[in-house]
């Protein structure tokens, strides 16, 4: 068992490794989209834990309606986020992030990984870097659809 401080500078040293990692993918000096979406309450994220890692698109607007309307219209487009995605893509209209907040989106995940285990870094970060790429690439290309629904409808 790792001490609060310990657990926190392991953390830390798994998210400076996959910045420094995700490099060859993305390049020197672009980001990753994550909070910049540019639409407001969705985001892309990364997400590891003591069991699996999860690449995630989530809705997060704090009107369950309206969440989950937004989710509906995403959902509209589940044939065309699958040409980018591939399989192994897992639809939630119920999700709860680990502070408890409910949320909907989509996410695919890594079994069996542990953030405090340094011999599942490498599987994590390929998965990580491969499938946000994916999810950056759908979501690029279909924002303009739900940006427009979003505007006309909230």
């Known amino acids: 068992m790792y001490s609060r401080e310990d657990a926190a500078n392991i953390r830390k040293e798994f998210w400076v490794a996959f910045d420094v990692y995700s490099r060859k993918?993305?390049?020197?000096?672009?980001?990753?989209?994550?909070?910049?979406?540019?639409?407001?309450?969705?985001?892309?994220?990364?997400?590891?834990?003591?069991?699996?890692?999860?690449?995630?698109?989530?809705?997060?607007?704090?009107?369950?309606?309206k969440r989950f309307d937004i989710f509906v219209r995403i959902k509209e487009l589940e044939m065309l986020f699958e040409e980018h995605l591939g399989e192994g893509w897992i639809w939630d209209e119920q999700m709860q992030t680990d502070s408890n907040k409910n949320v909907c989106g989509i996410y695919k995940a890594l079994e069996n990984t542990n953030i405090y285990n340094k011999n599942d870094w490498s599987k994590v970060f390929d998965f990580f870097a491969i499938e946000m790429m994916k999810l950056e690439d759908a979501f690029t290309e279909l924002k303009p659809f739900i940006k427009d629904y979003i505007n006309t409808n909230f």
């Open 25 to 65: 993918y993305i390049g020197a000096k672009r980001k990753w989209i994550t909070y910049n979406t540019g639409l407001k309450d969705i985001a892309l994220k990364f997400d590891i834990d003591r069991e699996n890692a999860k690449v995630m698109l989530v809705i997060e607007h704090k009107s369950e309606d």
